[in-house]
């Protein structure tokens, strides 16, 4: 099974590889293979989520390593899906990067599949980890988008302001689509709290991060939809909110203690 | 209040509704419902970042002395951030400023028109759902109760203790039936099996008789190069096992705790050469010996080496984590059991407006377990937001931008 996993790494980074030949060479046939090897990497993760799922008998979303393999994954299909609508060029080359980073980052994890502490036994540890991920996923490519805008909007940047206004679009676009995710996420998680435990909020630190960065972006919603935030503007919120992400994700785990204590 | 009045009467005009409108325009404008978010948000990072509570107790515990800092932090209630009033205060004040910008909301939905209204309404709702969840929390604080009940195998009670540490009464009896606890195996079993063995050693005749405990009703041991005869056989037979040996202190009884094999013993008795003994045989102290009235080591010739088969398994399984761990409890009522539930991780049991929840359990004593006991009219409230905050917020970000696209004629929603 390790091999599957090394081998969806190894086309990710191929993917990359392309990416930046296409980039450095605007060569089509370079495009059209980074993209076939980012669909053949989401395919590969896909099979290897399943196999593992099915050898685990559960949803192999429980530790580090089966997350930071969920977040290759969602990052990876969600750049794919908006690569069907639209054609940022760059973006590629960024999610693929992204996808191998997170891979690479899962390999010096743990990967044998670890018993289930009593706790996760149960059908929501599958749609809370889930859709956080699909969340997550969102706004790491909202991420990889506000950074190319700031690039893009340089003063001596030859981008045109059309390709701006696409690059500011995708990203609200994906920010509303990881909001919806991550909100879906959060309450999941509190159902799911409140069958365990009897409590639908304690306060965690994950529980805790989760909301700030809930509340980043509920801000950048409300400032881009009442008062029409563009631009570098709505691109700093993107990469602040995804700032929080992270923390939520790997600081909460490494740095503070709680009920998701299990995930470091 | 019309201008020809407030000609009239300079004195009293526009105080009450003007105040009003001005408070209203204030709470309900983007830039403060933010600013309060915002906040909410600091005082969040505080709160996971400065130690809470008991880490506040437990820091004190280990570095005794003054910190200025910590009782500065503590006096303001930054050790307590989430359970404060200044922070119950912002969440009051946020959830004005959410009323006054929802009804902004409902009095936009009539002014809109198509896609716009469509994702007002979304809007709407979504703003809605907050207020149900903030609601549903208000409910719990108010008429939430929540409590610890911990019960050893057999005890009943009639109450628990809540989170102040005051009784907190249930208007029926809950009784402890069984404890388990179950464990995953992650090695194998060092033997390869898992089986009871009662070793009858005659050290004297360097004889050893290895005898599986179910087959020990009368077996007969003849040392090799002996004629049976009485003095070479014996009888040796189990009279009982408890897989948790202990020795109950009122009755003087030796009783099991659980089924689980924590202590496994054998008590055998042995017939043979004009002798009839009976001991009891542990499987985790194998040099146990006891002794007659006088102190002297009961004159046996035989020996017994207990092996237990689950003693084994759980060595294999020592590192191994826990799988399960579940409590039967029955509710009483008038002497008669009106339910009968397995409560487990994940799996609670509601009675009478209770839901119980499996909280700990006692590693050094399996028959006791810790319930958490909660009663929460809130929850209904809180799930009700949970629904709606869905529904409102597919309806801003997927059905408000498929009806821009379509009227577009992109389909490019997402």
């Known amino acids: ?264 | 209040m019309s201008e020809q009045n407030q000609a009239e009467t300079p004195d009293t005009i526009e105080v009450g509704p003007s105040a009003w409108i001005i408070i209203q325009s204030w709470l309900g404008s983007l830039k403060f419902s933010l600013s309060v978010v915002l906040l909410i948000a600091l005082a969040c990072i505080a709160g996971t970042v400065i130690p809470q509570g008991e880490q506040v107790s437990r820091f004190l515990m280990k570095n005794p002395g003054p910190h200025k800092g910590l009782e500065f932090m503590t006096s303001v209630g930054l050790t307590n951030v989430f359970y404060s009033w200044w922070f119950a205060a912002l969440l009051g004040v946020f959830s004005l400023s959410l009323m006054v910008c929802t009804l902004r909301r409902y009095r936009m939905i009539g002014r809109s028109t198509g896609a716009v209204r469509v994702r007002v309404i979304g809007s709407f709702i979504t703003h809605i759902s907050l207020l149900l969840v903030l609601g549903g929390g208000v409910i719990r604080v108010l008429w939430g109760e929540k409590g610890v009940l911990q019960l050893s195998e057999g005890e009943t009670a009639t109450a628990c203790e809540s989170q102040t540490g005051a009784p907190m009464p249930l208007s029926f009896v809950v009784r402890l039936v069984k404890f388990d606890l179950e464990l995953y195996k992650t090695q194998d079993p060092p033997s390869g099996d898992e089986q009871d063995v009662l070793y009858v050693q005659w050290p004297e005749k360097n004889l050893l008789v290895p005898i599986a405990l179910e087959e020990t009703n009368t077996p007969v041991v003849v040392a090799p190069g002996m004629q049976a005869g009485p003095d070479s056989t014996f009888r040796v037979k189990v009279e009982r096992y408890l897989p948790d040996f202990y020795l109950d202190a009122a009755s003087g009884e030796a009783q099991s705790r659980s089924t689980m094999p924590n202590n496994p013993a054998v008590y055998v008795s042995v017939t043979g050469a004009g002798v009839t003994n009976s001991e009891w045989v542990f499987a985790r102290f194998p040099d146990f010996t006891r002794h007659d009235e006088s102190g002297k080591k009961m004159r046996m010739p035989l020996q017994f080496r207990f092996v237990s088969g689950g003693v084994q398994s759980m060595m294999g399984r020592s590192q191994g984590p826990v799988k399960a761990f579940k409590s039967t409890v029955e509710f009483l009522e008038n002497g008669q059991v009106m339910l009968a539930k397995t409560i487990a991780v994940n799996s609670p049991v509601t009675f009478r407006g209770y839901t119980f929840y499996q909280l700990s359990y006692n590693p050094e004593d399996l028959r006791w377990t810790s319930l958490q006991v909660v009663r929460d009219p809130g929850v209904p409230v809180v799930y009700a937001g949970f629904l709606l905050m869905m529904a409102g917020l597919t309806v801003v970000f997927c059905v408000g931008p498929y009806l821009d696209d379509k009227k577009k004629g992109s389909g490019t929603a997402i």
């Open chain 1, 1 to 264: 099974m390790i091999n599957l996993f090394n081998a969806g790494l190894a086309v990710y980074l191929g993917a990359l590889v392309c990416a930046v030949v296409y980039l450095m060479s605007s060569r089509r046939l370079f495009d059209i293979l980074a993209n076939i090897l980012m669909g053949a990497g989401a395919l590969m993760q896909t099979i290897y989520i399943g196999i593992r799922w099915s050898e685990a008998g559960r949803a192999p979303f429980s530790n580090m390593f089966e997350s930071l393999v969920l977040f290759a994954w969602s990052v990876a299909v969600i750049y794919l899906v908006l690569r069907l609508q639209r054609n940022i060029p760059w973006l590629g080359a960024a999610a693929a990067a992204f996808s191998s980073l997170a891979l690479a980052h899962a390999s010096t994890y743990e990967s044998a599949i670890k018993p289930l502490m009593p706790a996760l036994q149960s059908n929501w540890l599958t749609f809370h980890v889930m859709t956080c991920f699909l969340g997550y996923g969102g706004f790491a490519v909202a991420f990889l988008i506000g950074i190319g805008f700031l690039v893009s909007d340089r003063e001596a940047s030859s981008v045109k302001p059309e390709t701006r206004e696409v690059l500011d679009s995708v990203m609200s676009r994906t920010i509303s689509f990881g909001f919806l995710f991550l909100t879906l996420g959060i309450l999941t998680g509190a159902v799911w709290a409140n069958s365990a435990w009897g409590t639908y909020w304690s306060w965690d630190p994950k529980e805790t991060w989760s909301l700030i960065t809930w509340f980043i972006y509920a801000i950048f919603l409300h400032c881009r939809f009442m008062r029409g935030w563009k631009g570098r503007k709505a691109a700093w919120i993107a990469i602040a909110g995804f700032l929080s992400v992270l923390f939520t994700y790997f600081g909460v785990n490494f740095l503070l203690s709680g009920l998701h204590s299990y995930a470091s």
